[in-house]
T-cell receptor, first 114, second 112 residues
Framework: AQSVSQHNHHVILSEAASLELGCNYS??????LFWYVQYPGQHLQLLLKYFSGDPLVKGIKGFEAEFIKSKFSFNLRKPSVQWSDTAEYFCAVITTGGGNKLTFGTGTQLKVEL | DTAVSQTPKYLVTQMGNDKSIKCEQNLGHDTMYWYKQDSKKFLKIMFSYNNKELIINETVPNRFSPKSPDKAHLNLHINSLELGDSAVYFCASSQERGSPQYFGPGTRLLVL
C-alpha cells in the first residue's frame, strides 16, 4: 500500500522568508500527486497537482512543487511567504493501483510571523 | 454557489445516539468520498462511491453506513455513536478516478 510522509510537522517562518516543505511517497508505479492547504477552521483547498509532463508545477498563491521521481519526492516551495499563508499543508498521492484512494501525509503546520 | 456542501456544520450529541451527515455536490462529478480528520489533523479515507456504487470501503466499524441516493449526494449515517467518533468529517468529490478531489467545509462531530 502507498504511504506519504511529511518530514516537517511544524514550521515557523518570518514574512518574506522562503518555504520548502518536504513530501515523500512510497509506491513504485505511476502516481498523481497533490498539495492541499487547510486554513484555520476551513476545508481543504487544492494548491496544485502533478499528473505528468513538466515535473515543476505551479499552483495558486505563488506556490510551486517539484516532482523528483528518483527521490519519490514532491516538495512544496514558495519564494516569499506571507502571514496569510499560515495554515496546515497536506501532501497526498493517488496511485494507479490504489483504486482512486487519496492517501494523505500527516500534514505540516506552517505559522508565518509578522 | 457552494460546490460541495455538508450539513450540519456542527453536531454535538450523546454516546449511543444515531446521527446522519449529508453531503451534496453541484459539480457534476461522478465520484464522492467521506474522510475522517482526527484531533491530530490526520486525514483518512472512509468510503468512496462512483455513480452510486461503493468502490472504496476502508476498515471502518460497521456502525458507519454510507448511502448514495444519486450521484450528487452521499450521506453518512452513524449508529451507536462512541467517544472516539469525535472528529471532523469531510465529504469530497472528483470528476473521475485519479482527478483532483474537492472538499466540503467539514462537519465537526463531538460525542459526549
Amino acid at each position: 500500500a502507498q504511504s506519504v510522509s511529511q518530514h516537517n510537522h511544524h514550521v515557523i517562518l518570518s514574512e518574506a522568508a522562503s518555504l520548502e516543505l518536504g513530501c515523500n511517497y512510497s509506491y513504485g508505479g505511476t502516481v498523481n500527486l497533490f498539495w492541499y492547504v487547510q486554513y484555520p477552521g476551513q476545508h481543504l483547498q487544492l494548491l496544485l497537482k502533478y499528473f505528468s509532463g513538466d515535473p515543476l508545477v505551479k499552483g495558486i498563491k505563488g506556490f510551486e512543487a517539484e516532482f523528483i521521481k528518483s527521490k519519490f519526492s514532491f516538495n512544496l516551495r514558495k519564494p516569499s511567504v506571507q502571514w496569510s499563508d499560515t495554515a496546515e499543508y497536506f501532501c497526498a498521492v493517488i496511485t494507479t493501483g490504489g483504486g482512486n484512494k487519496l492517501t494523505f501525509g500527516t500534514g505540516t503546520q506552517l505559522k508565518v510571523e509578522l | 454557489d457552494t460546490a460541495v456542501s455538508q450539513t450540519p456544520k456542527y453536531l454535538v450529541t450523546q454516546m449511543g445516539n444515531d446521527k446522519s451527515i449529508k453531503c451534496e455536490q453541484n459539480l457534476g462529478h461522478d465520484t464522492m468520498y467521506w474522510y475522517k480528520q482526527d484531533s491530530k489533523k490526520f486525514l483518512k479515507i472512509m468510503f468512496s462511491y462512483n455513480n452510486k456504487e461503493l468502490i472504496i470501503n476502508e476498515t471502518v466499524p460497521n456502525r458507519f453506513s454510507p448511502k448514495s441516493p444519486d450521484k450528487a449526494h452521499l450521506n453518512l449515517h452513524i449508529n451507536s455513536l462512541e467517544l472516539g467518533d469525535s472528529a471532523v468529517y469531510f465529504c469530497a468529490s472528483s470528476q473521475e478516478r485519479g482527478s483532483p478531489q474537492y472538499f466540503g467545509p467539514g462537519t465537526r462531530l463531538l460525542v459526549l
